[in-house]
């Protein structure tokens, strides 16, 4: 019964390097969220994905982010190129909402990965 | 526009007192939901409460209480009879229906309970 899971837990990269950061949703959830958290900030939407869709992504920078939710596999957030200002953490959340459906489902997060720019 | 305020940004209390961390809320929406999160040092995010527009009941969990209040827009959360390990940073979040069910978070009340 694992919940959601996310991997690296720690990342450095060196600017200008690319940067995957890997989200395993909670078994039987279709949906998956990606936030950020600047230090001492709350978390900011980035992105929304079903299975092989992107939702909203009316949070994403315009430039060097991308994000995946392959028919198999984990969702990636990829960054490439990375600055300084990349350094956060990054939360994955996972929900089971079925498409239509009315009911607003909780949202389960993964343990974050903390993204460090050198 | 939605918008979360968590205006205590630290608080600081002795092990077995009371607190009451306070969230106020803005939306154009009638449905909506709010929620409580809980980051303790280890980094992670744990859910602790889900509540949507139309149910203004209180809720009790324990020593965790809720208190929703739409006159204010208010979402509170008290802590009762604290312990050290209630020490995190809680954040509250609103979601509204018509849109994604993205989060929009606060920016969170860091909770130091000394022994």
């Known amino acids: 019964n694992a919940g959601v899971m996310q991997n690296p837990r720690h990342l450095v990269r060196r600017r200008g390097q690319e940067a995957r950061l890997r989200c395993s949703p909670m078994?039987?959830?279709?949906?998956v969220y990606w936030y950020r958290q600047l230090p001492e900030e709350g978390l900011k939407f980035m992105v929304y994905l079903q299975k092989e869709n992107i939702i909203d992504e009316s949070g994403m920078p315009k430039e060097r982010f991308s994000a995946e939710f392959p028919k198999e596999g984990p969702s990636i957030l990829r960054i490439q190129q990375v600055v300084r200002g990349d350094s956060a953490a990054y939360f994955c959340a996972s929900s089971p909402r079925e498409r239509g459906g009315r009911a607003l489902d909780t949202q389960y997060f993964g343990p974050g990965t903390r993204l460090t720019v050198l | 526009a939605q918008k979360v305020t968590q205006a205590q940004t630290e608080i600081s209390v002795v092990e077995k007192e009371d607190v009451t961390l306070d969230c106020v809320y803005e939306t154009r929406d009638t449905t909506y939901y709010l929620f409580w999160y809980k980051q303790p040092p280890s980094g992670e995010l744990v859910f602790l409460i889900r509540?949507?527009?139309?149910?203004?009941q209180n809720e009790i969990s324990g020593r965790y209480s809720w208190n929703f209040q739409k006159s204010t827009s208010s979402f509170n959360f008290t802590i009762t009879a604290s312990q050290v390990v209630d020490s995190a940073v809680y954040f509250c979040?609103?979601?509204?229906?018509?849109?994604?069910?993205?989060?929009?978070f606060g920016t969170g009340t860091r909770l130091q309970v000394f022994p």
């Open positions: 509540r949507n527009s139309f149910d203004e």
């Open positions: 979040a609103l979601s509204e229906s018509y849109n994604t069910d993205k989060l929009i």
């Open positions: 078994k039987g959830h279709s949906h």
